[in-house]
């Protein structure tokens, strides 16, 4: 016999015991999933690193170091003095890879937020209402989807500004599409299940259905998403940086890279290239592997495999 649908139920109260239960359920799923851990791990080492880059970075990313002779260190090999070797302009390269993680992290968790946010709720909306509202939305789906990304961000960075936000706005403007569609057909099968029908029919307004009955169950899809798009997120910044439409304020990832290859050192100077693309690969897999405790938690059919 179904337990009856309590629409009086407080909402903080609702929230928090469904949010116990999702928390119970990742930490039981990464307790069987040595890579989700290793991946979370790695990545609360980046995090780590980030929030005190200025405490481990022996150096100024922007500081140039000479010798003895008052010579440039240029392109320097690793040593004791400095872990990674140096640029073409005297500059350490263990310093930059890590201020670096400080830009990744920042766009990455900036634009998974901003996209996680506007797709759900526009996924929410258009499958809870359907009818004009639903038609709107996905139309304007389709046609982003007819929209390449890169150029776009890279089109939208250059007309307003590099800059670091104006990356993150870049970013969102065409990422949210996915989200918002996953969403809208997770829930349209959602809304048709018994207990939503009953707290319709009690009197529970749209609002209260679609956040306290529909939100709880297409949480774990939109956290899984927001994973992805964090990785996305990275990867475009990196891009974007390495073809030379960074932020040139900032030492980022992409644009010691991009240094790099402006400088010709691709091959001769190994030691200023291979740790940012380490770094970026790194987070990349350490955000895909803690992202599988998502998808498991997102889809239990998974878990019975």
Known sequence: MNK???????????????????????????????????????FICFVG????????????????????NGELRRTDSPSSEHLFGTTNRGRDVFSQVIMGSRVALFVGALAALFVTFIGTNIGLISGYFGGFLDNLFMRIVDISYAIPFIPFVIILVTLLEPSLFNIVLAITILSWRTIARIIRAQVLSVKE?????????AGASN????????????????????SLRMAQAIIAEASVSFLGFGD???????????????????????WWVIPP??????????VFFTSRALEIIANPQLRRR
């Open 4 to 42: 009856p649908i309590d629409t009086k139920e407080s909402p903080l109260n609702s929230f928090l015991s469904k949010t116990k239960n999702f928390i119970s359920k990742f930490v039981d799923i990464f307790k069987q999933d040595k890579l989700a851990i290793i991946g979370l791990i790695v």
């Open 49 to 68: 690193v980030a929030i005190f880059a200025p405490m481990i970075a022996p150096y100024d990313e922007m500081e140039r170091h000479r010798d003895e």
């Open 193 to 201: 299940r018994p207990y939503v029908k009953a707290a319709r029919v």
């Open 207 to 226: 609002l209260r259905i679609i956040f306290l009955y529909i939100l709880p169950n297409v949480l774990p899809l939109a956290l899984l998403e927001m």
């Open 248 to 270: 040139p304020t900032v030492i980022s990832w992409g644009q010691i890279l991009q240094r790099a290859f402006m400088a010709g050192a691709m091959r001769d100077a190994w």
């Open 277 to 286: 693309g380490i770094a970026i690969s790194l987070l990349i897999v350490a």
